[in-house]
């Protein structure tokens, strides 16, 4: 089975190498890339989840037409796109994923930010900025090196930011027809457990809710324990 995984804000498509590795070979992960990084780091960048949403329904819509069953994965920011990809395959009337994977990040429901009693952190200054991303564990120390690498990067962040900290919920007439499952590292401070629970409004089924060691990229820690739940999961029949 095939599980379309979408990066977090910043990512391409190689940062889920590890998780890959760990599924194969019962669980093809096929990793989608952004535009504005990776292997398509000469398209144009984003800003508007929306946007982003339909060029990721773009790259896989005549793959869907003979997906017989599959699922999405995403961490992040790729979580709230996965929940979007969904929203939109269903709109188009193509096979909808038998689940979605939803890793570090609050029900779509709960704002990013109070934009109204709290500055973007998008617009924010350079140094403010970085000292954000590092504090959710998101800066290689290596990188913090090499300001050329920071300078390259500092864009496709802000960019992806943006486009998380606009997002405007939209409330579903009718719960998604989907397995919703919820990966969380009990140490996020990013990712309060109180923002997760509103994730039951979006499936029409239970959802999952599966706690990790660690903070926002705890997951990437505990890749065995999350590679078996989901190989389990996309392969029962039930």
């Not at 994730?199 to 999350?226: A, C, I, R, T």
Request: proline share 7%; net charge negative.
């Amino acid at each position: 089975m095939n599980l379309y995984a979408i990066p977090y804000a910043g990512g391409h498509s190689l940062v889920y190498r590890s998780l890959s590795e760990a599924l194969s070979p019962q669980v093809t992960l096929q990793p989608l890339e952004l535009p504005g990084r990776g292997k398509r780091a000469k398209d144009d960048l984003k800003h508007d989840i929306h946007d982003i949403t339909e060029d990721l329904f773009q790259s896989i819509r005549n793959d869907l037409l003979s997906e017989n069953r599959y699922a999405i994965f995403g961490h992040s920011m790729g979580s709230l796109l996965g929940y979007l990809l969904t929203l939109r395959i269903m709109k188009e009337g193509l096979p909808t994923p038998s689940h979605l994977f939803c890793s570090g990040h609050s029900a779509p429901s709960i704002p990013k930010i109070d934009m109204v009693k709290e500055a973007p952190k998008y617009a924010a200054s350079s140094e403010n900025f970085w000292a954000y991303i590092d504090s959710l564990g998101a800066l290689p120390p290596e990188l913090k090196e090499h300001q050329e690498l920071m300078n390259y990067f500092e864009p496709i962040i802000r960019a992806d930011m943006q486009a998380l900290e606009k997002y405007e919920y939209r409330e579903l007439k009718e719960a998604i027809p989907v397995p919703i499952h919820v990966f969380y590292g009990v140490d996020d401070s990013e990712t309060p457990v109180y923002a997760l629970f509103p994730w039951q409004n979006e499936s029409k089924y239970m959802v999952n809710f599966l706690p990790n060691e660690g903070g926002h990229f705890g997951l990437f820690n505990n890749l065995d324990k999350v590679s078996a739940y989901i190989k389990q999961t996309m392969l029962s029949r039930e």
